[in-house]
């Protein structure tokens, strides 16, 4: 695997210490491509992540929030596989763990899992003081008759 070295970008920005930290992660992580996952955009501010967990249940599933970070774990008893002979196993049943970076007010709303699809469901709720707002422009006759109005007064 090529090894990206971010050390120059580090010396050359200010403020994008996250940004960085996400990109160095990411780059480190060394995932497999296990279990695969589609991230869907579903509206304006609803997202989805489904991911194929075949042979995985509830309860060998787990999901955490933590900061700004999804995690999703999978971990099978592996009863049975003693006693199975194969002569082709192209289902994947080993562990697994994939995070996800979400975006700043993003927030897991729920999961569901269904026919061996996990389904993420994510909202982004930007807080009303951080929305874009309109600002009235006045001219200079309009503060003087509001002057002129509190010197009436």
Do not use: W
């Amino acid at each position: 695997m090529t090894r990206f070295d971010f050390s120059p970008l580090f010396r050359s920005t200010v403020g994008f210490d996250r940004m960085m930290n996400m990109l160095e992660a990411s780059a480190r992580s060394g995932e497999e491509g296990y279990p695969p996952y589609n991230i869907e955009k579903k509206g304006e501010n609803d997202y989805c992540i489904t991911m194929a967990v075949a042979g995985f249940g509830e309860d060998d599933l787990g999901i955490e929030v933590k900061d700004s970070t999804v995690t999703v774990s999978g971990s099978t008893s592996g009863e049975g596989d003693k006693e199975q002979t194969y002569l082709h196993r192209g289902i994947a049943a080993r562990s697994f763990r994939r995070a996800f970076q979400l975006a700043d007010h993003v927030h897991v709303s729920g999961a569901n899992l269904e026919n061996g699809l996990l389904h993420i469901d994510l909202v982004r709720e930007v807080p009303e003081a951080l929305k874009p707002r309109t600002i009235k422009i006045s001219t200079d006759q309009d503060s003087r008759q509001i002057e002129a109005s509190r010197q009436a007064a």
